[in-house]
């Protein structure tokens, strides 16, 4: 039986039968293809379209200005005025139709009368528009006045010459465009023109807005002019300025940005300028500001380059890192600006501080460079509100209801959220940035004046204890690795951690800023400028009693001597763990959060690994220890010291001051001293020629209230004064490398000056205290007495009875000091004495030293330490500590009588001479740093036998030699007979 079906079910295709067996989505894809190809057929055929239309308007224009020009030479001599000037107007053109303007005006002239009527309203105010050409085109482009100026006053002075009649002529693009050659035309004549500014100001009066839309948007007019500014009215109605805030085309303003945004963005905040009438519409601008900075794309070839033109390492440039782009324009609008906006009172400063913020990270603005963001700086009221917003912003509790203060938390170190980062990353960077300079442009007694002050002292502390934990807690987020500092580049260290995931935010709108590293990297430095100079302020103020308060929770713990080759080759230590860097950021940023110990210590781990590199001793050996490959020898007389060292030291004698030198003293008769230099010498030898070179007698150096400093007048006793410069600056340096100390008490403006700063006018109360006081109490004194002192911009020096005059500035004896001026010439006199008297002595010093010590290795130290890593310790000498870490050799040990006598007959004596016996033992008499455990070698004790000698000492291997004396009185006599005598090594 058949179970099967007699007929097959038909398939019907429904995409058809031409498709059969074709997948859907290939089908889709031709479908659509076909679409796009007719609709690209359409548009080519619409353009063609509107080609053809433009052309055949172009041609029939043409033809009309073509006939209108054949039939002017009949009109004009049939005398048909009317329809001569709607010839005229037809085809004038003011490159070559001037002659035929002034024929015209010729028949004006004769049928004034008739050209008057009322029926003539409208050739009279086509005329009107092409004397306006013609007159813009003669000063313009021949610079010269033509007739034309006399036509428009003729025209405009005529009483049937009416506003209305000549507005309801035109159309309001020719209005707006007449007007800028109206400005023009009254700028050249310098506002003088009547009948300019009365067209002018026709025209402001109903068409103000239209007139500035034109100014922003129209790539022609390049600049406003002061006339204009002056025929401008200070602002629209509010009622006008609202509206056009909110109308603004933010599309069009961003889209001109990115054509050129030296030229449109001046004009842009002139146009915001205008709009401004009260405090709602300030705050308006302000925000159309921000959001077109914020929205403004910065050029793709300006991404990766480098903001800074003297960078120090260009391959720094290949850090994948957004960074700022430069923009440079007329500030003078943005100046009044900030100016207008601050006139309504504290509640604008948060809007210019977004402002402000964009200036200075996206477009890399120099505070101190750029007008605007000077002014700021320089507003008190203006940072005071700025850190009540930045110290008041608060976040939300995650498990409670409650809010806590944004800087407590991050003080703490603890995160935020991207948004919570995202509200106080820009006003901290914006504080931080504008109060630093304003410390550097303030000095000392500004903070101490009371009422008057920015900051009392006790919120100078608070602000400083903040600013150390917001430095620590930016500088533990991952963000900083990816960017090392110009300064210190580990490019290899860093190369592994920049897929590091940063806190980010993304912008909700264009109100909102998009955090990149760019901005981190931007507060992080900002921050730690800051940080640096309160600490530096603090130094000379004291206003924190308790110096520890700057000292961080955390701790140095990854840099050890195992890496700190680091600090002399990056590429020495290429896998540092991501610890080590955020502590080397510790150590570059903010030392000073740092133990000073613990930073000694690195720092002479540094020197160590230095001098290994250097092919010098293994460690345990002591700094002097260096083998004998590339010794420099030379022989010194005592008594000039100087003279053959500098002869048998050079640099053509000995380039790498690094080696090991090795000494032979001779005494002042003529023999060589007993004793083969194992390091003693040298440090004897160093240890005096400092002490000769830097005493004053010799010249090079002067002395104020105990501190030395360059002498400007060394030039004048020394024809090549530069090279005795350079030559010190190399001891100096390589007594700082052996870590030997000397007594060289130097000023802290020289100091800071080593260290790589800046000497301002805090600092020159360490060259000379009188004139310190002398010229900060000019600030007390009233116009009329600052007027009677005659005080010019000039500076006069008496070298060696030689009075030379200078002037402080370009024409400075030309320009006399005022209440005005008074702060600019304070500081430039400052300058002066600090910096530019003595520019080249202090760079070749600077230049000796740091080719023994590199720079970088001291930006862990401020003034004062750095005066201690030469000087040593000021302290007493710790008898405890030299007790606990003294060793014994020969019969000698603790517990031995005459040991036990020695200490007690130490204990006994004075400071002073404290001081001379450890000089007697180690050539130094000051306290090491770290203590007499990081001595090297340990201060030792030898047996000298029987008690018939003198104690002696040799002092390269810090070792006394003591006899075995049997009763304390001799042994006290003895002692104190040998550390009395500085005899040197002969005793020895």
Request: with cysteine.
């Amino acid at each position: 039986m058949f179970d099967g079906q007699f007929k097959s079910k038909p398939v019907v295709a429904l995409r058809g039968s031409s498709h059969a067996g074709v997948p859907a989505d290939h089908v889709i894809a031709q479908n659509r293809k076909r679409r796009e190809t007719r609709k690209a057929q359409r548009a080519e055929e619409d353009a063609a379209l509107t080609v053809q239309r433009i052309i055949r308007g172009i041609l029939t224009r043409s033809e009309v200005r073509r006939e209108s020009r054949g039939r002017f030479e009949h009109s004009l001599r049939e005398g048909n005025l009317s329809v001569t000037t709607r010839l005229l107007c037809n085809f004038y053109d003011a490159r070559c139709d001037h002659d035929k303007l002034v024929r015209l005006w010729g028949l004006v002239e004769r049928l004034w009368s008739q050209y008057t009527a009322p029926s003539f309203h409208y050739p009279r105010t086509m005329l009107l528009l092409k004397c306006v050409e013609d007159a813009h085109h003669q000063l313009s482009v021949l610079s010269q006045q033509g007739q034309s100026l006399a036509y428009i006053d003729r025209i405009v002075s005529d009483t049937s010459f009416t506003a209305n009649d000549f507005l309801n002529q035109c159309t309001t693009d020719k209005i707006v465009k007449t007007y800028w050659k109206l400005v023009l035309l009254a700028d050249v004549l310098g506002g003088s023109h009547m009948s300019l500014v009365r067209l002018i100001q026709v025209l402001n009066t109903k068409y103000h807005g239209l007139i500035l839309k034109h100014f922003v948007v129209n790539e022609h007019v390049r600049n406003f002019t002061e006339t204009a500014d002056l025929l401008f009215p200070a602002s629209l109605p509010v009622d006008q300025s609202k509206a056009f805030l909110c109308a603004i085309d933010m599309k069009l303003m961003v889209h001109k940005l990115n054509v050129n945004v030296n030229i449109y963005l001046n004009k842009i905040v002139y146009f915001l300028l205008k709009l401004i009438s009260d405090s709602v519409s300030c705050k308006s601008a302000l925000d159309v500001l921000f959001k077109l900075l914020n929205e403004y794309e910065i050029p793709a070839e300006a991404v990766h380059s480098s903001p800074d033109s003297d960078s120090s390492d260009s391959s720094e440039d290949e850090m994948e890192v957004d960074k700022p782009h430069r923009i440079t324009f007329n500030f003078d609008c943005l100046e009044r600006l900030f100016v207008q906006s601050s006139e309504y009172g504290s509640s604008c400063y948060s809007h210019i501080s977004r402002v402000a913020y964009l200036l200075i990270t996206k477009f890399s603005m120099s505070v101190i460079q750029t007008s605007p963001i000077r002014w700021l700086c320089l507003r008190a009221d203006f940072l005071r509100c700025l850190w009540e917003e930045v110290s008041r912003k608060e976040v939300s509790g995650v498990f409670s209801s409650g809010t806590t203060l944004c800087l407590s938390k991050m003080a703490d170190n603890k995160s935020l959220s991207n948004s919570e980062y995202q509200d106080i990353i820009p006003p901290l960077t914006v504080f931080s940035a504008l109060f630093y300079e304003y410390l550097r442009a303030s000095h000392d007694a500004d903070m101490l004046e009371g009422s008057s002050a920015l900051f009392s002292l006790s919120q100078l502390k608070g602000i400083s204890v903040i600013c150390r934990d917001l430095s620590v807690h930016m500088t533990n987020l991952d963000l900083v690795a990816v960017q090392p500092h110009k300064t210190l580049n580990f490019r290899s260290a860093f190369t592994a951690h920049r897929h590091i995931a940063i806190p980010g935010s993304v912008a909700e709108s264009s109100s909102k800023i998009v955090l990149g590293v760019s901005d981190w990297v931007a507060c992080w430095n900002s921050l730690i400028k800051l940080t640096g100079e309160l600490h530096k302020m603090d130094s000379r103020l004291d206003f924190i009693e308790d110096k520890a308060e700057w000292l961080s929770k955390s701790r140095i713990q990854n840099i050890t001597k195992d890496n700190v080759g680091v600090f002399i080759d990056p590429l020495s230590v290429p896998n540092l763990s991501l610890n080590t860097i955020k502590e080397l950021y510790l150590l570059h940023g903010v030392p000073f959060t740092v133990p000073f110990g613990e930073r000694v210590e690195i720092f002479h781990h540094i020197l160590n690994e230095d001098m290994s590199q250097q092919g010098g001793p293994p460690p345990g050996m002591g700094p002097t220890g260096h083998p004998h490959s590339g010794v420099i020898k030379a022989s010194i007389r005592r008594d000039y010291i100087y003279e053959d060292a500098f002869a048998q030291l050079t640099e053509s004698v000995a380039p790498n001051l690094k080696n090991r030198i090795q000494i032979q003293l001779i005494n002042y008769t003529g023999l060589d001293e007993a004793g083969v230099d194992g390091g003693g010498l040298f440090r004897e030898f160093l240890s005096s020629f400092l002490m000769e070179a830097f005493n004053p007698n010799r010249g090079f150096f002067i002395e104020t209230d105990g501190l030395l400093h360059p002498n400007p007048a060394s030039q004048c006793l020394y024809p090549d004064f530069t090279k005795h410069y350079y030559f010190i600056g190399r001891l100096l340096g390589k007594a700082v490398y052996e870590k030997l100390l000397v007594d060289l008490p130097l000023a802290s403006y020289f100091l800071e000056k080593l260290l790589g700063g800046d000497a301002d006018v805090n600092h020159l109360r360490s060259l000379d205290p009188d004139m310190y006081r002398n010229i900060l109490s000019l600030r007390g004194y009233s116009e009329d007495t600052i007027a009677d002192l005659c005080l010019y911009f000039i500076v006069s020096d008496n070298i060696l009875g030689e009075t030379r005059t200078i002037e402080l500035k370009a024409n400075g004896a030309a320009i006399q000091v005022t209440k005005s001026n008074l702060i600019e010439y304070i500081h430039l006199m400052a300058d002066y004495r600090l910096n530019r008297q003595i520019r080249v002595h202090f760079r070749n010093f600077a230049e000796g030293f740091y080719s023994v010590v590199s720079p970088e290795w001291l930006k862990m130290f401020s003034c004062s330490e750095f005066q201690s890593l030469i000087s040593g310790s000021t302290a007493d000498v710790d008898i405890g500590d030299l007790k606990k870490h003294t060793v014994y050799h020969g019969v000698y040990n603790d517990q031995h009588p005459t040991i036990s006598m020695f200490w007690k007959v130490v204990e006994g004596m004075t400071p002073e001479q404290h001081r001379k016996l450890l000089a007697f033992v180690t050539s130094n008499d000051r306290t090491p740093l770290l203590g007499f455990g990081a001595l090297t070698p340990l201060f030792a004790i030898h047996s000298a036998g029987v008690e018939d000698r003198l104690p002696t000492a040799s002092t390269c291997m810090n070792l006394l030699k003591l006899p075995e004396f049997s009763d304390r009185d001799t042994l006290e006599k003895r002692l104190l007979y040998v550390i009395e005598s500085g005899a040197g090594f002969e005793l020895s």
